[in-house]
Nanobody, 123 residues
Framework: QVQLVESGGGLVQAGGSLRLSCVVS????????MAWFRQAPAKEHEFIAA????????YYADSVKGRFTISRDNAKTTVYLQMNNLRPEDTAVYFC????????????????WGQGTQVTVSS
């Protein structure tokens, strides 16, 4: 029932910023975890950040901590990823996902996925 639609990706120079949005339709459980993953060519999904749908706990991969910020707006049923000081190695397709079980950094544990939005960072 849950559907996710990402937007906000694009081409940006190194050091620049982007804000990704993920609009959630359906009715996520209050215990749901909202997360961002990314996938570079020929690589597996990499955990980026997560936030509880009801609550304020956040989790970040070490590679983005201090540069990326995950947030949510429950009234708009939207999750955001503010990406600052972007680097070429951040280039990937970025996905939002929902875990209806427990908190996990493993992509296999997530139940719903968006279509992804491309982020390309040039040197």
């Amino acid at each position: 029932q849950v559907q996710l639609v990402e937007s906000g990706g694009g081409l940006v120079q190194a050091g620049g910023s982007l804000r990704l949005s993920c609009v959630v339709s359906g009715r996520p459980f209050s215990k749901s975890i909202m997360a961002w993953f990314r996938q570079a060519p020929a690589k597996e999904h990499e955990f980026i950040a997560a936030i509880k749908w009801n609550g304020y706990s956040t989790y970040y991969a070490d590679s983005v901590k201090g540069r990326f910020t995950i947030s949510r707006d429950n009234a708009k049923t939207t999750v955001y990823l503010q990406m600052n000081n972007l680097r070429p190695e951040d280039t990937a397709v970025y996905f939002c996902a929902v875990d209806n079980a427990v908190m996990s950094r493993n992509s296999d544990d997530y139940d719903y996925w968006g279509q992804g939005t491309q982020v390309t960072v040039s040197s």
